[in-house]
């Protein structure tokens, strides 16, 4: 049977590793619904004419000419704006990988998590912003939520989840970023070209400086305790720079299960794309014989703040996972337009923390998505005031 397939997100790095997947799946296996894209027209274009998808949506209106343009005299229907992504996400389909990058990305998946069907969740952001309401959403609407997150993907297919008694930690692998080694007063000179060269994944540049700060590992930590429903403290974080355990589970017995692989997006994108059956994904096979050893140690998270702020946002819990990613999103895209150093990051994180605490805002989760949204968009509003007082 036809495998009816979208993807949220399809222009960046995860959107382009599944359609790597679908362009080498077998003639019929699966079609492609709907595909999204932030302002990047032109490769939207290319690649809904290559898959021929039915609906193509552009959150920006920016370049809808240009996508309008390219499409025409196809059968290719197009929408634009932020209507247009859940049209997307609404179209019947088996299976939707959901790959923006950012709370951007929460409405959209909520969307799609309404259809109740397989969705392969890339975008961590939405569950780290909106956790329990995106549970419980999923819990309603019957939706199978297969984690794409190669760490999570990793704990999912070890994980005995009909037997959570039996589970006494998960450890999170984490490869160290690129300045694993690194000296504070390197820190303090680290430039965008530095931080955005990760020594061993290749991803979107959000996600690469995420790396590089260990905020990835800290928004990783919360998505862990909402996906698998685990408080922070049986939650582990080992750093493992050869990132090929991607990340394990500890038994009350003292048994510890884990899934290795060569660190490639798309053996777990497969994984969520084929489940409950296995499907081939081109990476590279591991060579057990030439790996020459597994070192694992713990964090520093003196040198790397972000982790320790996002493990203290996920105990204080309520919005304050909300404000972190906000602030979060405005520190990485400052320091990607080189408007604040790296070691800033995390302080304009903190200092958006310590102003929405002050305002007792972290009593209780948000209740719906507009109250999400305010609460996001006021911590946006707090770290923006933070760089410009730099
Ligand atoms: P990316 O920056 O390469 O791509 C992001 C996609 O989202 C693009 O298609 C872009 O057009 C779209 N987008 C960006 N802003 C948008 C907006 N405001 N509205 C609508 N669409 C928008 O990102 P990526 O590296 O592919 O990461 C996607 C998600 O997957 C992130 O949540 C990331 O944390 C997660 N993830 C990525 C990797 C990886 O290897 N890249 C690994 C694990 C998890
Ligand atoms: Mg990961």
């Known amino acids: 049977m036809t495998k009816r397939?979208?993807?949220?997100?399809?222009?960046?790095?995860?959107?382009?590793?599944?359609?790597?997947?679908?362009?080498?799946?077998?003639?019929?296996?699966?079609?492609?619904?709907?595909?999204?894209?932030?302002?990047?027209a032109k490769k939207l274009a290319a690649q809904a004419i290559e898959f021929n998808a039915e609906y193509v949506a552009l959150a920006n209106h920016k370049n809808a000419n240009v996508l309008q343009e390219a499409l025409s005299g196809t059968a290719i229907e197009v929408g634009v704006g932020p209507?247009?992504?859940?049209?997307?996400?609404?179209?019947?389909?088996?299976?939707?990988?959901?790959?923006?990058?950012?709370?951007?990305?929460?409405?959209?998946?909520?969307?799609?998590?309404?259809?109740?069907?397989?969705?392969?969740?890339?975008?961590k952001e939405c569950l780290v912003c909106a956790g329990d309401l995106f549970m419980e959403r999923v819990k309603a609407k019957g939706t199978t939520l297969l984690p794409v997150d190669s760490e999570h993907n990793a704990i999912f297919q070890v994980l005995e989840s009909d037997k959570p008694e039996g589970v006494r930690r998960l450890i999170l692998t984490a490869s160290g970023g690129p300045f694993r080694e690194a000296s504070i007063e390197t820190l303090k000179k680290v430039t965008r070209e530095d931080a955005l060269n990760h020594p061993v994944w290749s991803m979107g540049a959000k996600i690469s400086i995420d790396s590089a700060t260990l905020m990835n590992k800290g928004l990783e930590l919360i998505e862990a305790s909402y996906l698998f429903d685990r408080p922070s403290s049986e939650i582990d974080i080992l750093v493992h720079p050869q990132s090929i355990i991607h990340s394990m589970v500890e038994y009350i017995d003292g048994s510890i299960l884990a899934q290795l692989g060569s660190p490639d997006m798309r053996t777990p994108i497969a994984y969520a794309m084929g489940w409950p059956d296995r499907m081939a994904a081109p990476v590279e096979r591991l060579d057990l014989t030439k790996i020459s050893g597994l070192t694992f140690f713990e964090p520093d998270t003196q040198k790397f703040p972000s982790l320790r702020l996002a493990r203290e946002a996920l105990?204080?819990?309520?919005?304050?996972?909300?404000?972190?990613?906000?602030?979060?999103?405005?520190?990485?895209?400052?320091?990607?337009?080189?408007?604040?150093?790296?070691?800033?990051?995390?302080?304009?994180?903190?200092?958006?923390?310590?102003?929405?605490?002050?305002?007792?805002?972290?009593?209780?989760?948000?209740?719906?998505?507009?109250?999400?949204?305010s609460t996001d968009n006021e911590a946006r509003i707090t770290a923006h005031e933070h760089i410009v007082s730099l």
């Open 5 to 40: 397939v979208t993807i949220l997100g399809s222009t960046g790095s995860i959107g382009e590793s599944t359609l790597d997947l679908v362009r080498r799946a077998k003639p019929g296996d699966i079609k492609i619904v709907s595909l999204t894209a932030n302002s990047n």
């Open 83 to 123: 209507e247009a992504l859940i049209e997307a996400a609404t179209r019947a389909a088996d299976f939707c990988m959901a790959a923006i990058i950012g709370a951007a990305g929460l409405e959209p998946t909520l969307a799609a998590v309404d259809q109740g069907i397989h969705l392969g969740l890339a975008n």
């Open 315 to 373: 105990e204080a819990g309520g919005k304050a996972p909300c404000v972190l990613n906000a602030a979060n999103e405005i520190a990485v895209a400052a320091f990607l337009k080189e408007q604040v150093k790296f070691l800033d990051i995390p302080r304009i994180v903190e200092t958006a923390l310590d102003q929405h605490a002050k305002q007792s805002c972290f009593s209780r989760s948000p209740c719906d998505v507009a109250e999400i949204i």
